[in-house]
């Protein structure tokens, strides 16, 4: 692994469904974060996690769900999902200064 | 909340041409950070700004840091095609390690 890896790269979903996107890192990063991308209203952050075992919520966190049992990984789950959740997610690390974040290729996602 | 905008939303220029995109905050920013995307690509890191006043340059590219520490700019000098993307600029929280993304400046060129 170099970087940051997220799975799936996209995916459509039924409303209801529940739905964990997966992030991993390989650098050691203690802060990890999430973001979705919508056209117009440019990255929003929905949890973050400054390092392993703690986690916070950020602009938009209603519907969404994370843990942080390690240092590499930081799940993002949708309980139920629901058509505005329609975006792109992106994952991010950087290191404990907040310095530089590091993105993950994205996953499309789509509900229906 | 903490807020950060960032005008214009879209620009098209001529390849040659010149490109600024502004951002400004509603608060007091540790420090401004400036990243480019791609076309279906994901955000890279192009550089951090800390100090009042600061300016830092990249071949083609300058980047400010306002005295105050609430605005920012980008700007591009004689655009080429591989200066297609979209600009963004995030504002660093006082305390905190979260980043306040900008709506993102689209810029195309016509070759």
């Known amino acids: 692994i170099a970087g940051i890896t997220q799975a799936p790269t996209s995916q459509i979903l039924a409303a209801g469904r529940r739905m964990t996107l997966r992030c991993t890192q390989d650098?050691?990063?203690?802060?990890m974060y999430w973001y979705r991308q919508d056209l117009g209203l440019g990255l929003r952050l929905i949890h973050y996690?400054?390092?392993?075992?703690?986690?916070g919520k950020g602009e938009v966190p209603d519907g969404y769900s994370v843990s942080r049992a390690n240092t590499d990984d930081f799940p993002l789950t949708l309980a139920s999902a629901v058509p505005s959740q329609t975006s792109v997610y992106f994952c991010a690390s950087s290191d404990l200064y907040g310095n530089e974040q590091f993105f993950g290729p994205g996953t499309r996602l789509t509900v229906l | 909340g903490q807020q950060v905008m960032q005008i214009p939303q879209y620009q098209h220029v001529q390849e040659g041409e010149d490109f600024t995109t502004y951002c400004n905050s509603s608060?007091?920013?540790?420090?401004i950070q400036w990243y480019k995307q791609r076309p279906g690509g994901h955000p890279v890191f192009l550089i951090q700004?800390?100090?009042?006043?600061e300016v830092k340059k990249q071949k083609r590219l300058t980047f400010q840091f306002g005295e105050a520490k609430k605005n920012s700019s980008l700007h591009i000098t004689a655009t080429q095609t591989t200066d297609v993307g979209t600009y963004f600029c995030a504002g660093g929280i006082q305390g905190a390690q979260k980043l306040v993304f900008g709506q993102g400046t689209r810029l195309t060129i016509n070759p």
């Open positions: 700004l800390v100090k009042s006043g």
């Open positions: 996690s400054n390092t392993a075992g703690t986690t």
């Open positions: 650098m050691r990063h203690n802060a």
């Open positions: 608060t007091t920013l540790s420090n």
